[in-house]
Protein backbone atom coordinates (compact mmCIF):
# COMPACT_ATOMS: atom_id res chain seq x y z
CA UNK A 1 0.00 0.00 0.00
CA UNK A 2 2.70 2.42 0.85
CA UNK A 3 4.95 2.20 -2.28
CA UNK A 4 1.84 3.19 -4.50
CA UNK A 5 -0.02 5.68 -2.22
CA UNK A 6 4.30 7.15 -2.23
CA UNK A 7 4.37 6.93 -5.88
CA UNK A 8 0.84 9.02 -6.22
CA UNK A 9 1.92 11.89 -3.61
CA UNK A 10 5.05 12.17 -5.20
CA UNK A 11 3.46 12.89 -8.35
CA UNK A 12 0.11 14.14 -7.73
CA UNK A 13 -1.79 16.81 -5.66
CA UNK A 14 -2.34 14.96 -2.19
CA UNK A 15 -6.17 15.42 -2.88
CA UNK A 16 -6.06 14.30 -6.36
CA UNK A 17 -3.67 11.50 -5.21
CA UNK A 18 -6.27 10.44 -2.52
CA UNK A 19 -8.82 9.90 -5.03
CA UNK A 20 -7.16 8.34 -7.43
CA UNK A 21 -5.91 5.36 -5.43
CA UNK A 22 -9.46 5.34 -3.67
CA UNK A 23 -10.40 4.81 -7.23
CA UNK A 24 -8.50 2.43 -8.48
CA UNK A 25 -8.40 0.11 -5.24
CA UNK A 26 -11.39 0.90 -3.53
CA UNK A 27 -9.67 1.73 -0.27
CA UNK A 28 -10.85 4.85 1.07
CA UNK A 29 -7.68 7.04 2.36
CA UNK A 30 -7.90 10.92 3.32
CA UNK A 31 -5.48 13.53 1.67
CA UNK A 32 -3.69 13.93 5.17
CA UNK A 33 -3.07 10.12 4.78
CA UNK A 34 -1.13 10.57 1.57
CA UNK A 35 0.72 13.44 2.63
CA UNK A 36 1.98 11.70 6.05
CA UNK A 37 2.68 8.58 3.84
CA UNK A 38 4.44 10.59 1.17
CA UNK A 39 6.35 12.78 3.39
CA UNK A 40 7.47 9.87 6.05
CA UNK A 41 8.68 7.92 3.17
CA UNK A 42 10.47 10.55 1.10
CA UNK A 43 12.19 11.54 4.46
CA UNK A 44 13.51 7.79 4.97
CA UNK A 45 15.14 8.14 1.55
CA UNK A 46 16.49 11.16 2.49
CA UNK A 47 18.43 9.75 5.21
CA UNK A 48 19.43 7.27 3.22
CA UNK A 49 20.44 9.73 0.51
CA UNK A 50 22.24 11.30 3.90
CA UNK A 51 24.63 7.88 4.38
CA UNK A 52 25.37 7.90 0.44
CA UNK A 53 26.59 11.33 0.58
CA UNK A 54 28.47 10.60 3.68
CA UNK A 55 30.14 7.29 2.12
CA UNK A 56 30.77 9.50 -1.16
CA UNK A 57 32.60 12.43 0.74
CA UNK A 58 35.23 9.94 2.36
CA UNK A 59 33.54 9.08 5.80
CA UNK A 60 33.63 5.28 7.20
CA UNK A 61 29.96 4.27 6.22
CA UNK A 62 29.27 1.43 4.12
CA UNK A 63 28.27 2.32 0.41
CA UNK A 64 24.43 1.68 0.52
CA UNK A 65 23.40 1.38 -3.16
CA UNK A 66 24.80 -0.42 -6.45
CA UNK A 67 27.23 1.19 -8.71
CA UNK A 68 26.96 1.31 -12.25
CA UNK A 69 30.47 0.89 -13.30
CA UNK A 70 31.93 -0.27 -16.74
CA UNK A 71 33.19 1.54 -19.82
CA UNK A 72 30.43 3.25 -22.35
CA UNK A 73 29.41 6.72 -23.44
CA UNK A 74 31.17 9.85 -21.55
CA UNK A 75 29.23 11.80 -18.88
CA UNK A 76 28.78 14.92 -18.00
CA UNK A 77 26.69 16.57 -15.33
CA UNK A 78 24.40 19.87 -16.10
CA UNK A 79 23.01 22.16 -12.86
CA UNK A 80 20.23 24.52 -12.41
CA UNK A 81 18.12 25.97 -9.91
CA UNK A 82 14.49 26.79 -9.71
CA UNK A 83 12.38 28.63 -6.86
CA UNK A 84 9.06 27.44 -5.02
CA UNK A 85 7.34 28.91 -1.97
CA UNK A 86 7.61 27.79 1.02
CA UNK A 87 6.49 28.77 4.45
CA UNK A 88 9.83 30.63 4.54
CA UNK A 89 9.17 32.68 1.03
CA UNK A 90 10.26 32.02 -1.96
CA UNK A 91 13.19 29.45 -2.19
CA UNK A 92 15.56 28.40 -4.26
CA UNK A 93 15.78 24.75 -5.09
CA UNK A 94 18.98 23.55 -7.11
CA UNK A 95 18.72 20.83 -9.26
CA UNK A 96 21.49 18.33 -11.14
CA UNK A 97 21.75 16.05 -13.50
CA UNK A 98 24.22 12.88 -14.52
CA UNK A 99 24.05 11.86 -17.90
CA UNK A 100 25.87 9.93 -20.20
CA UNK A 101 26.48 11.72 -23.79
CA UNK A 102 26.62 10.48 -27.46
CA UNK A 103 25.38 11.05 -30.88
CA UNK A 104 21.66 10.42 -31.52
CA UNK A 105 21.00 10.62 -35.53
CA UNK A 106 23.57 12.76 -36.04
CA UNK A 107 23.01 15.68 -32.86
CA UNK A 108 25.09 15.17 -29.75
CA UNK A 109 21.98 13.72 -26.93
CA UNK A 110 22.10 13.04 -22.72
CA UNK A 111 21.27 9.80 -22.34
CA UNK A 112 20.81 7.22 -19.13
CA UNK A 113 19.87 10.51 -17.07
CA UNK A 114 19.82 10.71 -12.89
CA UNK A 115 19.21 13.28 -10.92
CA UNK A 116 19.38 14.75 -7.65
CA UNK A 117 17.24 18.02 -6.14
CA UNK A 118 16.84 20.03 -2.96
CA UNK A 119 16.53 23.11 -0.99
CA UNK A 120 20.11 22.84 -0.08
CA UNK A 121 23.25 25.63 0.12
CA UNK A 122 25.77 25.09 -3.19
CA UNK A 123 28.44 22.94 -0.85
CA UNK A 124 25.54 20.27 -0.17
CA UNK A 125 24.25 20.36 -3.75
CA UNK A 126 27.57 19.69 -4.26
CA UNK A 127 28.05 16.57 -2.20
CA UNK A 128 24.67 15.66 -3.40
CA UNK A 129 25.59 15.34 -6.93
CA UNK A 130 29.11 13.99 -6.01
CA UNK A 131 27.55 10.78 -4.37
CA UNK A 132 25.41 10.66 -7.49
CA UNK A 133 28.17 10.70 -9.85
CA UNK A 134 29.84 8.01 -7.42
CA UNK A 135 26.82 6.00 -6.95
CA UNK A 136 26.94 5.70 -10.82
CA UNK A 137 30.60 4.13 -11.14
CA UNK A 138 32.14 7.69 -11.90
CA UNK A 139 35.51 8.43 -10.40
CA UNK A 140 37.12 4.97 -11.57
CA UNK A 141 39.87 4.36 -12.74
CA UNK A 142 38.12 3.94 -16.52
CA UNK A 143 36.07 7.19 -16.16
CA UNK A 144 35.09 10.43 -15.10
CA UNK A 145 33.22 13.39 -15.47
CA UNK A 146 33.65 15.16 -19.13
CA UNK A 147 31.63 17.97 -19.09
CA UNK A 148 29.91 20.27 -16.49
CA UNK A 149 27.13 22.90 -18.02
CA UNK A 150 25.77 25.83 -16.74
CA UNK A 151 24.01 28.49 -16.76
CA UNK A 152 26.92 31.07 -16.27
CA UNK A 153 26.32 31.55 -11.84
CA UNK A 154 29.70 31.28 -10.10
CA UNK A 155 28.08 28.73 -7.81
CA UNK A 156 27.84 25.89 -10.15
CA UNK A 157 31.64 26.87 -11.52
CA UNK A 158 32.86 26.77 -8.11
CA UNK A 159 30.99 23.49 -7.27
CA UNK A 160 32.66 22.17 -10.77
CA UNK A 161 35.81 23.02 -9.74
CA UNK A 162 35.75 21.43 -6.33
CA UNK A 163 34.48 17.99 -7.35
CA UNK A 164 34.88 17.82 -10.76
CA UNK A 165 38.31 19.76 -11.69
CA UNK A 166 39.12 17.78 -14.69
CA UNK A 167 36.07 18.51 -16.30
CA UNK A 168 35.38 21.30 -19.40
CA UNK A 169 32.95 23.75 -18.31
CA UNK A 170 30.78 24.94 -20.59
CA UNK A 171 27.91 27.49 -20.66
CA UNK A 172 24.70 26.45 -21.93
CA UNK A 173 24.41 27.99 -25.06
CA UNK A 174 20.75 28.89 -24.83
CA UNK A 175 21.58 30.89 -21.78
CA UNK A 176 24.06 32.66 -24.09
CA UNK A 177 21.44 33.29 -26.53
CA UNK A 178 19.29 34.24 -24.62
CA UNK A 179 21.16 37.05 -23.37
CA UNK A 180 22.31 38.22 -26.72
CA UNK A 181 18.60 38.61 -27.65
CA UNK A 182 17.79 40.26 -24.40
CA UNK A 183 20.28 43.00 -25.81
CA UNK A 184 19.11 43.30 -29.19
CA UNK A 185 15.18 43.70 -27.92
CA UNK A 186 16.58 46.35 -25.07
CA UNK A 187 18.62 48.25 -27.80
CA UNK A 188 16.26 48.04 -30.87
CA UNK A 189 12.97 46.81 -29.91
CA UNK A 190 10.73 43.73 -29.61
CA UNK A 191 10.25 41.96 -33.11
CA UNK A 192 12.11 44.64 -35.12
CA UNK A 193 14.07 43.33 -38.15
CA UNK A 194 17.04 45.45 -37.10
CA UNK A 195 16.93 43.38 -33.71
CA UNK A 196 16.73 40.16 -35.03
CA UNK A 197 19.71 40.96 -37.65
CA UNK A 198 22.05 42.42 -34.93
CA UNK A 199 21.62 39.23 -32.94
CA UNK A 200 21.79 36.72 -35.77
CA UNK A 201 25.20 38.28 -36.21
CA UNK A 202 26.26 37.80 -32.82
CA UNK A 203 25.01 34.47 -32.58
CA UNK A 204 27.02 33.83 -35.60
CA UNK A 205 29.98 35.02 -34.08
CA UNK A 206 29.40 33.04 -31.30
CA UNK A 207 28.61 29.68 -32.72
CA UNK A 208 32.26 30.48 -35.06
CA UNK A 209 34.15 30.68 -31.62
CA UNK A 210 34.63 34.19 -32.07
CA UNK A 211 33.54 35.20 -28.17
CA UNK A 212 35.89 38.37 -28.12
CA UNK A 213 33.95 39.37 -31.08
CA UNK A 214 30.54 39.68 -29.24
CA UNK A 215 32.26 41.71 -26.68
CA UNK A 216 33.72 44.24 -28.93
CA UNK A 217 30.05 44.61 -30.32
CA UNK A 218 28.72 44.64 -27.85
CA UNK A 219 30.91 47.58 -26.41
CA UNK A 220 30.31 50.09 -29.42
CA UNK A 221 26.62 50.29 -28.25
CA UNK A 222 25.26 53.32 -27.22
CA UNK A 223 22.37 52.69 -25.02
CA UNK A 224 20.09 56.17 -24.27
CA UNK A 225 17.67 54.35 -21.51
CA UNK A 226 18.54 53.40 -18.41
CA UNK A 227 16.94 50.11 -18.84
CA UNK A 228 18.67 49.24 -22.03
CA UNK A 229 22.15 50.52 -20.28
CA UNK A 230 22.06 47.97 -17.58
CA UNK A 231 21.19 45.23 -19.91
CA UNK A 232 23.82 45.86 -21.99
CA UNK A 233 26.58 46.11 -18.88
CA UNK A 234 25.26 42.66 -17.29
CA UNK A 235 25.79 41.06 -20.88
CA UNK A 236 29.23 42.72 -21.62
CA UNK A 237 29.96 41.72 -17.63
CA UNK A 238 28.40 38.29 -18.48
CA UNK A 239 30.30 37.61 -21.78
CA UNK A 240 33.58 38.97 -20.69
CA UNK A 241 33.48 36.54 -17.63
CA UNK A 242 32.17 33.59 -19.58
CA UNK A 243 34.35 33.62 -22.24
CA UNK A 244 36.55 31.30 -22.13
CA UNK A 245 33.48 28.43 -21.57
CA UNK A 246 32.50 29.54 -25.07
CA UNK A 247 34.44 28.17 -26.95
CA UNK A 248 31.46 26.23 -28.94
CA UNK A 249 33.34 24.69 -32.25
CA UNK A 250 35.47 23.15 -30.01
CA UNK A 251 33.13 21.62 -28.15
CA UNK A 252 31.88 20.55 -31.13
CA UNK A 253 34.12 18.74 -32.50
CA UNK A 254 34.86 16.63 -29.46
CA UNK A 255 31.79 15.57 -28.95
CA UNK A 256 30.20 17.66 -26.56
CA UNK A 257 26.96 18.67 -25.64
CA UNK A 258 26.78 22.49 -25.22
CA UNK A 259 22.71 22.70 -23.86
CA UNK A 260 21.59 22.04 -20.48
CA UNK A 261 18.55 20.49 -21.55
CA UNK A 262 18.34 17.75 -18.71
CA UNK A 263 18.16 20.06 -15.78
CA UNK A 264 16.30 23.07 -17.43
CA UNK A 265 13.45 19.85 -18.11
CA UNK A 266 14.07 18.71 -14.81
CA UNK A 267 13.60 22.30 -13.27
CA UNK A 268 9.95 22.10 -14.96
CA UNK A 269 9.02 18.70 -15.13
CA UNK A 270 10.49 17.21 -11.39
CA UNK A 271 10.21 20.48 -9.10
CA UNK A 272 7.53 22.79 -11.29
CA UNK A 273 5.18 20.23 -12.27
CA UNK A 274 4.49 18.65 -8.41
CA UNK A 275 5.62 21.65 -6.60
CA UNK A 276 4.84 24.93 -8.25
CA UNK A 277 1.06 24.43 -9.20
CA UNK A 278 -1.48 27.07 -8.23
CA UNK A 279 -2.04 27.68 -4.27
CA UNK A 280 1.04 25.63 -3.56
CA UNK A 281 2.72 26.83 -0.37
CA UNK A 282 5.32 23.86 1.44
CA UNK A 283 7.26 23.24 4.47
CA UNK A 284 10.43 22.68 3.77
CA UNK A 285 10.74 19.44 5.10
CA UNK A 286 7.33 18.15 2.68
CA UNK A 287 8.94 19.82 -0.14
CA UNK A 288 12.33 17.88 0.75
CA UNK A 289 10.81 14.70 1.22
CA UNK A 290 9.06 14.76 -2.13
CA UNK A 291 12.01 16.17 -4.22
CA UNK A 292 13.54 13.07 -2.80
CA UNK A 293 11.09 10.54 -3.97
CA UNK A 294 11.24 12.58 -7.23
CA UNK A 295 14.16 12.05 -7.39
CA UNK A 296 14.35 8.39 -7.61
CA UNK A 297 11.14 8.35 -9.47
CA UNK A 298 13.05 10.56 -12.15
CA UNK A 299 15.88 8.47 -12.40
CA UNK A 300 14.13 4.94 -13.06
CA UNK A 301 14.82 3.82 -9.48
CA UNK A 302 11.47 3.66 -8.24
CA UNK A 303 11.54 -0.03 -7.52
CA UNK A 304 15.26 0.24 -6.54
CA UNK A 305 14.40 3.51 -3.95
CA UNK A 306 11.78 1.37 -2.27
CA UNK A 307 13.89 -1.79 -1.55
CA UNK A 308 16.11 0.51 0.47
CA UNK A 309 13.70 1.58 2.49
CA UNK A 310 12.07 -1.75 2.78
CA UNK A 311 16.08 -2.90 4.14
CA UNK A 312 16.91 0.01 6.36
CA UNK A 313 13.14 -0.64 8.05
Given at each position: M????????????????????????????????????T??N????G??????M??????E???????????G??W????????????EG??????????????????V????I??????????????????????????T?Y?D??????????W?????????????????WY???E???????????????R???????????????????V?L????????????????A????????Q????R??K???KG???????V?????????????R??M???????????????E???????????R?????
Open positions: EKGVSRLGAELPYRRAAETYTALTRIPISPKAVEGIKGGEALEEMAKEAFAMGEIEPPGPREGGRLPGVTIDGTTILTEWREVKVGAVFRFGPVRGEKAQESYRAGLWKAEEMGEALWAETRRRGIDVEVEVVIGDGAAIWNLAQTHYWGATQIVDHAERLWGVGKAMYGEGEETRGWVEARLGQLWGGDVEGIQLEALKPHRAEAKEVVQALSYFTHARRMYPYREYPIGSGPESACKNMVGSRLKGGRWSCEGAQAVLNLRSLMSGRWDEAWRLRQAA
